[in-house]
């Protein structure tokens, strides 16, 4: 009988150490921890590392603390093998508990950017790597490979014009490939596949409507007039003229590494490829990313027999039929240039 009260005792006396070391457990996973409040602690996860590695680096960092106890409550929970590899936001203080559930979760930290309508794609690449999602010349060169339109434009020489001005939200482990992948696939979700019929019957194939959404989009900002500017491109190209699209000489300019901010007289004359007042027809390729508005002009036109407009110089424009109204337009907003 004694040995049978002595081994009760013996068993009693394990459970309530087990009942403590547990309710010491959870008061520690439950208690936020970490200081000053309000700091963001951002720590990189590699791909492949184990749950210790994990848990020496959240408290090498300051998130935690007893890595060795969370490395064991990770195991416990089967959260080692569900970590993924980021970049991780942690803002003190945060228990725990909360630790792992961030890093079961895979909430990686995501930088956002927004990329408005019109920027070209080295313009894209600032905007991006200036979030702190990659470098430059990474997402140059990723932008420059066209593969991830080339079902839809098997002509394009470049992913110019598909990089779809929107507000992103990315995480910063992606390369400049996925990146460029997200951005395209966008444009598919937002602009190609709702009017996918409409492209189907504009008697344009997808390369040339994005190109001339480009002009239009370079060339006004005023929703009232993009469908108008549409129209007078359209009329042009139909009587065989000269698109004559300054933001086009603008563009050669870029590509080339020689713009400097001015359009001179001799760029007028230059034969470049993107060049409108020297080559007839659309240029080789979009110039910038339209938005879905400058798109819709091209797809849906005004019914105008304007074949010229310029500039006021307050964002707007004045359209002319004839050449002779044109110039009367011209010395009156732009002095006569």
Known sequence: MRWARWIGAVFLLAALLAL???????????????????????????EGEGAAQVARRLEMQGVIDRAWLFTRWMSW????????????????????????????????????????????????ARVIAEAGLGEREALETAFRDPAAIRDLDVGARTLEGYLFPNTYRMSRG???????????????????????????ESGFDLGALVTLASLVEKETARADERATVAGVY???????????????????????????????RKDLSWDHPYNTYVRRGLPPGPIASPGTAAFDAVLHPAETSALFFVSRGDGSHVFSETYAEHRKAVRRYQGGR
């Open 20 to 46: 403590s070391g547990g309710v010491w457990a959870l008061a520690y996973l439950s208690t936020p921890m970490g200081e000053p409040a309000g700091r963001v602690v951002t720590v990189e996860i590699p």
């Open 77 to 124: 929970q089967g959260i080692q093998t569900k970590v993924q590899a980021g970049r991780y936001d942690f803002e003190l203080p945060i228990a725990p508990v909360e630790v792992m559930r961030i890093l079961a979760t895979g909430r990686v930290a995501l930088v956002e950017f927004t990329l408005p309508e019109g920027l070209t794609l080295f313009e894209s």
């Open 174 to 200: 992606l390369s400049a490939e996925e990146v460029a992948r997200t951005l395209v696939e966008t444009f598919r979700t937002e602009v190609f596949e709702p009017r996918r019929q409409a492209v189907a």
């Open 234 to 264: 359209l009329n042009r190209l139909r009587k065989n003229m000269l698109l004559q699209c300054d933001p086009t000489v603008i563009y050669a300019r870029i590509i080339e590494g020689t713009w400097d901010g001015n359009i001179r």
